[in-house]
């Protein structure tokens, strides 16, 4: 079993690294890329807890905006890690999120919610990457509301109005940096249309022509004919296809291997980095 997407508490996961890792071998996957947003702080420890027979993929989940102001993420698995660019641009983003944070707190306190920015950070795990997740516990804590999911189908979706984006590169800025660092680019959930506005078909083209490796076809936010429309652009545009849990421990409804990406598809992505960096016990 191979999963190409998960989260951490370097993120808005609820297992540390190791815990994901043990999970992962005692579920019996076999590759598992870990894919942090906007860090790879989890890196190390990973490589620390790996064990047993499991491949590990390191990477991280790049949130984007394009020019229209509608959210992409794009996953970048085995770069360079030491590579200066792709730090610089992981740096930019998680930092415009902590102003973006203050503004939704304002919002909500504006409307009378009991809500502070000292109460996400005792939220959050220490260094992790800031994001609306701890914002919903937060919310939870204070019995504003019940869940996360609760919290992301109401008050914290993106088309709330206390919604506010934060800077991000674009897509295909994205692609560049991380094939510039020598690893490859994924297009997650690129159809998961209840978050909010999504890519059109015609918008492939251009994330082609930056470098684009593949597109995760498989994941629990895309409905049938959602995942048909992705799997026909993929073959179409010879791009590789994955499926991944995305899982964020018990952060998200999501079991770690639910979607998978098939062997062969996964050899051909892990060719197109530009030096084997998968890493074995
Ligand atoms: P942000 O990065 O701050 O914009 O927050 C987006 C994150 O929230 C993404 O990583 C999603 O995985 C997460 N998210 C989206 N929907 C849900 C949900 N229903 N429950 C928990 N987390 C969610
Ligand atoms: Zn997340
Ligand atoms: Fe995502
Ligand atoms: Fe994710």
């Given at each position: ?16 690294p190791?815990e994901l890792i043990?999970?992962a ?27 047993g027979?499991?491949?590990l ?14 959210s992409?993420?794009?996953?970048g698995l ?13 740096e930019?983003?998680?930092?415009g ?7 939704m ?6 409307e ?12 959050m795990p220490?260094g ?10 937060a ?12 919290a992301?189908?109401?008050l ?14 674009t ?27 999504i890519?059109?078909?015609?918008d ?12 995760e ?25 994955t ?23 996964w050899?051909r ?13």
């Amino acid at each position: 079993m191979i999963d190409l997407h998960t989260h951490t508490t370097c993120s808005d996961g609820t297992d540390t690294p190791r815990e994901l890792i043990n999970k992962a071998l005692s579920q019996g996957i076999d590759v598992l890329a870990i894919t942090d947003h906007d860090t790879t702080s989890g890196w190390s420890d990973a490589r620390k807890a790996i064990r047993g027979d499991i491949e590990l993929v390191l990477g991280a989940e790049i949130s984007c905006l394009t020019h229209d102001g509608i959210s992409v993420h794009m996953l970048g698995l085995l770069f360079d890690e030491n590579n200066s660019p792709m730090q610089m641009l992981l740096e930019e983003t998680r930092d415009g999120r902590i102003p973006r944070m203050k503004k939704m707190i304002e919002l909500m306190r504006a409307e009378g919610m009991n809500i502070s920015m000292a109460d996400v950070e005792a939220a959050m795990p220490p260094g992790a990457t800031l994001g609306r997740p701890h914002l919903a516990d937060a919310l939870v804590k204070n019995g504003v509301i019940a869940s996360r999911d609760e919290a992301f189908q109401g008050l914290l979706n993106n088309d709330s109005r206390f919604y506010v984006s934060h800077a991000a590169p674009t897509p295909e800025e994205a692609i560049s940096v991380i094939r510039s660092a020598g690893g490859v680019a994924i297009i997650a959930h690129a159809f998961a249309s209840h978050r909010g506005q999504i890519l059109g078909a015609q918008d492939f083209q251009g994330l082609c022509d930056a470098g684009l490796n593949a597109i995760e076809v498989n994941h629990r936010d895309h409905s049938v004919s959602e995942r048909e429309m992705l799997r026909a652009i993929a073959i179409e545009q010879n791009l590789v296809i994955t499926g991944s849990s995305d899982y964020h421990g018990n952060g998200k409804l999501n079991s770690l291997g639910e979607n998978s990406t098939d062997l062969e598809q996964w050899l051909r992505l892990e060719s197109q980095a530009n030096a084997r960096r998968v890493v074995k016990a």
